[in-house]
C-alpha cells in the first residue's frame, strides 16, 4: 500500500500568519498534488508537482504557494493566512504507469482565526 | 477541457437496496481511465475501483463498474447495500494522452438507512 504522510495533522493559526503543511511519500511517485475539501465543494486542486523542482498551479492557486525540494517531498505554504482558508487539506501522490492512481494523505485540518 | 458529471449529490437509500450511482464524462481523448474513490467519514478518499478497457466489468469490495466508452458512463453499483457503504463517492478520469491529471467529479454522499 502506497505512503503518503501529512504534517501537522491539526493546526490553529492566526489571521496573517504563515502556515505551512507537509507532505511526505514513500511511493518513488513523480506526481503530487494539494487538494483542498470543503462541504460542498469537493475536492478542488490547489497545485501540482510533476517532480522535484516542478510546481504547477491547479484551479484555486490563489494564496497559495507550493515547494517540491526533492521527489519525496511536496508542501503547501500559506504567507498570509485568512479565515477562508480554513479547510482540510489533502496531499496526494500519483503514478502515471497506473493511469494516474491517486494515494492520499491523511488529511490536514487547518483552522484561520 | 475534461469534465466529470456526478448527478446526483445526494442519494439515501434502506439497507439491503441496490445502489447505483451515476458518472458520466466528456473528454477529448479516446483512452481515458475511469476511477471511482470512496471517502468515509473523517477519512481521506481512497480508490474502490478504476477501469481502463471498454465495456469490462470492474469489481472490488462488493461493487462494481463498467467503462462505456459510447455512453461516456462509468456508474458504481452494488446488488445490496450495507450501513457500512455510506460514505462519500468520487467519479474521476485521468486521460494517458496528456498531463495525466485527475478529474474529479463533485461527489455523491451515499447515505444507508437501517
Known amino acids: 500500500e502506497a505512503a503518503v504522510t501529512q504534517s501537522p495533522r491539526n493546526k490553529v493559526a492566526v489571521t496573517g500568519g504563515k502556515v505551512t503543511l507537509s507532505c511526505n511519500q514513500t511511493?518513488?511517485?513523480?506526481?503530487m498534488y494539494w487538494y483542498r475539501q470543503d462541504t460542498g465543494h469537493g475536492l478542488r486542486l490547489i497545485h501540482y508537482?510533476?517532480?522535484?523542482?516542478?510546481?504547477e498551479k491547479g484551479d484555486i492557486p490563489d494564496g497559495y504557494k507550493a515547494s517540491r525540494p526533492s521527489q519525496e517531498n511536496f508542501s503547501l505554504i500559506l504567507e498570509l493566512a485568512t479565515p477562508s482558508q480554513t479547510s482540510v487539506y489533502f496531499c496526494?501522490?500519483?503514478?502515471?504507469?497506473?493511469?494516474?492512481?491517486?494515494?492520499f494523505g491523511e488529511g490536514s485540518r487547518l483552522i484561520v482565526v | 477541457g475534461d469534465s466529470v458529471t456526478q448527478t446526483e449529490g445526494l442519494v439515501t437509500l434502506t439497507e439491503g437496496l441496490p445502489v447505483m450511482l451515476n458518472c458520466t464524462y466528456q473528454?477529448?481523448?479516446?483512452?481515458?481511465?475511469l476511477f471511482w474513490y470512496v471517502q468515509h467519514l473523517n477519512e481521506s478518499p481512497r480508490l474502490l475501483l478504476k477501469?481502463?478497457?471498454?465495456?469490462k466489468r470492474t469489481e472490488h469490495q462488493g461493487f462494481h463498474a463498467t467503462l462505456h466508452k459510447s455512453s461516456s458512463s462509468f456508474h458504481l453499483q452494488k446488488s445490496s447495500a450495507q450501513l457500512s457503504d455510506s460514505a462519500l463517492y468520487y467519479c474521476?478520469?485521468?486521460?494517458?494522452?496528456?498531463?495525466?491529471?485527475?478529474?474529479f467529479g463533485s461527489g455523491t454522499q451515499l447515505t444507508v438507512m437501517p
Open positions: 477501469s481502463f478497457t471498454d465495456n
Open positions: 511511493n518513488n511517485h513523480n506526481n
Open positions: 508537482s510533476y517532480g522535484a523542482g516542478s510546481t
Open positions: 473528454t477529448i481523448y479516446s483512452n481515458p481511465f
Open positions: 474521476a478520469l485521468s486521460e494517458s494522452s496528456g498531463s495525466w491529471q485527475l478529474i
Open positions: 496526494a501522490s500519483g503514478d502515471k504507469f497506473s493511469g494516474n492512481t491517486l494515494y
